[in-house]
């Protein structure tokens, strides 16, 4: 079974600083991970992915995750925080072959602070 | 940008009533999800479809759910008679291969059950 764990339900930073959110997974085959931010009252949006190949992947909004297996983890972050960051961010694990249901964690709520 | 559609955005219903939870999906895409988030907790699968079946289902898709695609563009969620613990956002979702590609999710509907 797959499963995700988002540390941190609330995360506040500060406009211009780093945006660091956190997600381990645990997961019994090689997994694919995501990041979805999910603005107030709009659908779940892609922000990232990482399938194969470079463990460092780049999205959308100036947002880059890196994929540790050794540590089985799948941090979010963003150098530089903005105003139109605050959203909820959910990160999810799918198998690569087989059932490709995605897997949710429970979410970050990220607050940017003038 | 195509994007995945969800009607109605908002539904009210009384327990033991049927609803029916319309999607449209991308229009190249193959793979069609539905998902729920009850309110405060985890976004979670329901159910994938793909080649006019279900390809996998969670156990909360019981007998109660069902799924179809009328037409070449509609997905729809049926609940046959809803309960109070079936309030919750129900999202809509795409793929054009695989899961591992990403999913793309609608809007949402809010389902309210009194």
């Known amino acids: 079974a797959q499963s995700v764990t988002q540390l941190g339900s609330h995360v506040s930073v500060s406009e211009g600083a780093l945006v660091l959110l956190r997600c381990n997974y645990s997961s019994s085959v090689p997994p694919y991970l995501f990041w979805y931010v999910q603005y107030p009252n709009q659908g779940l949006q892609l922000l990232l992915k990482?399938?194969?190949?470079?463990?460092l992947v780049k999205g959308i909004n100036g947002f880059e995750a890196e994929f540790k297996k050794s540590e089985t983890s799948f941090h979010l972050t963003k150098p530089s925080a903005h105003m139109s960051d605050a959203a909820e961010y959910f990160c999810a694990v799918s198998r690569i072959q087989g059932a490709q249901k995605l897997v949710f964690g429970q979410g970050t709520r990220l607050t940017i602070n003038p | 940008e195509p994007e995945v559609t969800q009607t109605p955005s908002h539904q009210v219903t009384q327990m033991g009533q049927e609803v029916i939870l319309r999607c449209v999906p991308i229009s190249n895409h193959l793979y069609f999800y539905w998902y729920r988030q009850i309110l405060g907790q985890k976004v979670e699968f329901l159910v994938s479809f793909y080649n006019n079946e279900i390809s996998e289902k969670s156990e909360i898709f019981d007998d109660q759910f069902s799924v179809e695609r009328p037409d070449g563009s509609n997905f729809t969620l049926k609940i046959r008679s809803t309960k109070l613990e079936d309030s919750a956002m129900y999202f809509c979702a795409s793929s054009e291969r695989a899961a591992n590609l990403g999913q793309y999710f609608g809007p949402g509907t809010r389902l309210t059950v009194t």
């Open positions: 990482y399938t194969t190949g470079a463990t």
